[in-house]
Nanobody, 125 residues
């Protein structure tokens, strides 16, 4: 069973940038969807961005579109989330997740069956 390990979280000021990473224990396949999700205290987990491994097709939540960029490195078995212009509303635990064989990558957590442990991102004003 694939294991996912997130890294790169931390504390930053509003307006700053941060990049989180997620490394998988096995190579990505063409039809793998690689997603980033986040959960703030007292809120539901929500999808942030997803990318299809084979063709890099991406999807973003409207709250982060234009500020966050998802990418993947096949060789390193790593998916990245570059977060720019961070606001306090971006404070959350960030999780990566994968699912093999989806027709189209979604931001719905029920579509993903492999999850990392999460990395905390805290943005202060």
């Amino acid at each position: 069973q694939v294991q996912l390990v997130e890294s790169g979280g931390g504390s930053v000021q509003a307006g700053e940038s941060l990049r989180v990473s997620c490394t998988a224990s096995e190579p990505f396949m063409y039809r793998d969807c690689l997603g980033w999700f986040r959960q703030a205290p007292g809120k539901e987990r929500e999808g942030v961005a997803a990318i299809r491994s084979g063709d890099s097709m991406t999807v973003y939540d409207t709250s982060v579109k234009g500020r966050f960029t998802i990418s993947r490195d096949q060789t390193a078995r790593t998916v990245f989330l570059q977060m720019d212009s961070l606001t306090t509303n971006d404070t959350a635990m960030y999780y990566c997740a994968t699912r093999r064989g989806l027709y189209a990558c979604s931001l719905s957590q029920i579509d993903y069956n492999r999850w990392g442990q999460g990395t905390q991102v805290t943005v202060s004003s």
